[in-house]
């Protein structure tokens, strides 16, 4: 168990539709990532937030989007659904950015048909 | 623009054998490279962290080293197990933003 938690654990979508999926931050984390990862892939880092700020974005679409709230607890939001937005998405938490283990949480598997 | 790679991408072993997974990455300029193992359709646990001043890290039958000079870390799974059986990931940790880049991750089935 590494105290970090998402909801919801499975989601089916069209496309077009817009998604929020929820990550809640281990206790005394300040910092959660958000990572994309595809059927037989690595995971691909969409983006981080430290202290309510968005603190560094990978190779993703504006329609990828997110908040972290004063718990330190975030969402991230996806509009315009499309087919390859079908993947399980992972979230994590640390302490601080730079060199910090990171935390994962068990996922929220997308559909998006 | 770090890459990571993970060889092989699958492995088929049977119980007791001692076998080594590995990773390589193109850029040395890490923080620490993590392993990961992932069940299918399951969440990352962390095995093994090693900072870039380290060498290695070990945790019960699990060995990690790292080479940041050559680029290339292994995972040591020493005595496997059927429940050894997962998709083992490596990752880097290169930037101020603690951004892990991660390979495709190698496939371990551990027969009885």
């Known amino acids: 168990e590494t105290g970090v938690t998402q909801s919801p654990t499975h989601l089916i979508k069209t496309r077009g539709q817009q998604v929020t999926l929820r990550c809640s931050s281990q206790?005394?984390?300040?910092?959660v990532s958000w990572y994309q990862q595809a059927l037989g892939q690595g995971p691909q880092f969409i983006f981080q937030y430290y202290r309510e700020e968005e603190n560094g974005r990978g190779n993703f679409p504006p329609r990828f989007s997110g908040l972290q709230f004063p718990n330190y607890s975030s969402e991230l939001n996806v509009n315009a659904l499309e087919l390859d937005d079908s993947a399980l998405y992972l979230c994590?938490?640390?302490?601080?950015?730079?060199?910090?283990?990171?935390?994962f949480g068990a996922g929220t598997r997308l559909s998006v048909l | 623009k770090q890459e990571v790679t993970q060889i092989p991408a699958a492995l088929s072993v049977p119980e007791g054998e001692n076998l080594v997974l590995n990773c390589s990455f193109t850029?040395?300029?890490?923080?620490?490279l993590q392993w990961f193992r992932q069940d299918p359709g399951k969440g990352l646990t962390s095995l093994l962290l090693?900072?870039?001043?380290?060498r290695e890290q070990t945790s019960g039958r699990l060995n990690a080293s790292l080479d940041k000079s050559s680029g290339r870390s292994t995972l040591y799974i020493a005595a496997s197990q059927p429940g050894d059986s997962a998709t083992y990931l490596c990752?880097?940790?290169?930037?101020?933003?603690?951004?892990?880049?991660f390979g495709t991750g190698t496939l371990l089935a551990v027969q009885p």
């Open positions: 850029d040395s300029a890490i923080y620490n």
């Open positions: 990752a880097v940790n290169g930037g101020a933003t603690n951004k892990l880049i």
């Open positions: 090693i900072q870039s001043s380290q």
């Open positions: 994590a938490s640390s302490s601080g950015t730079g060199e910090n283990i990171q935390y």
């Open positions: 206790s005394g984390h300040n910092t």
